[in-house]
């Protein structure tokens, strides 16, 4: 099987939507006889659990460490997903990993578990394909959830858990606590549970269940505190005040909550692995994240954002701060599942126009709610081709002005395209 006859075999399993289970993950990776031999920094939350993952993984990388890191949704191309020491999976190796599991998925799939979802299967081949290379560790962001999200079939010395918020209520909950229950089952007993959540039933909820579970709970703010420095359009510095002392870290991932995140993997870093301090410094500096106020061009200046929740989009605003500009143009799409009139709400009342889009991926929203709703506080031009909808905003935008694409990774991925073929970790 090749790899675009491997991507075509996986794609007739995205039918079959989102399943919160651990069975179907556990089946594959038993049939091709996984073991795991390399340790786990695990990563969830509501928002910025992304940013920590690469931090992590740059860490970890800078200290010399073999690295998997797996992530998702992709920005532009499948095989961001699966990544060793910075490197994509390559085409050949993803093929052939799916010619190894396709006997084992064809065997599940006519079982009285019935068929795996896409990402059940996807996560069952990272898994299988870390183990093969052989890595010391696994940056493993969670996908939705935590209890019962296919990647929690891993065990990890060290747990993250990031902002919690109201998300994907229909599999989750309807309140922070049943919300914060799903995503704290990732921590396993007598290990270590890093979090940066703030929300105070969020917290109680953690703490808790920390306690049940005999794991040492760190809060980032309180168990370790950090202050920023200096913050522009270019770069952050900030220091950390914990049992180890950092002076004028810096990152260049932007917005005041990156250093959040950068705080948060350090601490995870700290309690997964014997890091030095040059190691942490490196890894933080030459830590990439695309997508995430990310500069893509200037005069006019257009920033990529892939901020799709409610406390994403107030980070996000108040990032918008850190840049001088004349007239503000969002370029906005949203899923469907997310609060779409809430969030137009959020950025529309800064923009002089909102051209609203949508992503070429089944889970888009209607940009006809997006205009209607910016109407309300601005210009609206309905434009659905995201690659027309940020020429559109090019055209109307003059040299100083800002161009700000945001409100869906999947909307962000394909804007970076005009720009860039792929992403670099």
Known sequence: MDYVNALRYLDAFKGEGIKPRLEHTKFIL???????????????????????????????????????????????DFTERIS???????????????????????????????????????????LRYFQLRGVDFVVLEVGMGGRLDSTNVVDSVVSVVTGIELEHMRYLGTTIRQIAKEKEG???????????????????????????????????????????????????????????????????????????????????????AEVGEKSIRGGLLKARWPGRLEVVRENPTIILDGAHTLNGMNALKESLKLFKYDKLIVVLGISKDKPMAELTRQIAPLASEVVATKAVVENAGDPNVICEEARKHSKATLIPDI?????????????RDLILVTGSLYVVGEARGIWFDKVEL
């Not at 060793?84 to 050949?92: A, L, N, T």
């Not at 690659?387 to 040299?399: D, F, I, L, N, R």
């Open 387 to 399: 690659v027309e909808a940020v020429e559109h905003a090019v055209k109307s935008a003059g040299e």
């Open 186 to 272: 990732i921590i396993k007993p007598n290990t270590t549970c890093i979090t940066s959540a703030e929300d105070r039933e969020a917290l109680e909820t953690l703490e808790k269940e920390c306690k049940e579970r005999k794991t040492k709970l760190v809060r980032i703010g309180a168990d370790v505190k950090y202050e920023k420095t200096r913050s522009d359009d270019k770069i952050q510095e900030f220091n950390i005040d914990s049992k180890l002392k950092f002076r004028n870290l810096k990152i260049k991932l932007l917005g005041e909550h990156q250093i959040r995140n950068a705080v948060t993997a350090v601490a995870a870093v700290l309690e997964a």
């Open 84 to 126: 060793v020491d910075r490197m994509f999976i390559p085409e050949d190796d993803f093929a052939a990993l799916v010619s190894e599991a396709e006997p084992f998925i064809e065997e599940l799939s006519s079982s009285e578990l019935g068929k795996p979802t896409f990402f059940e299967v996807v996560t069952a081949l990272a």
């Open 30 to 76: 038993d049939r091709l006889g996984f073991r795991q031999d390399f340790k786990v920094v695990h990563v969830g939350g509501s928002k910025g659990k992304g940013s920590v993952c690469a931090f992590v993984n740059s860490i970890l990388c800078e200290a010399g460490f073999r690295v998997g890191f797996y992530l998702s949704p992709p920005l532009q």
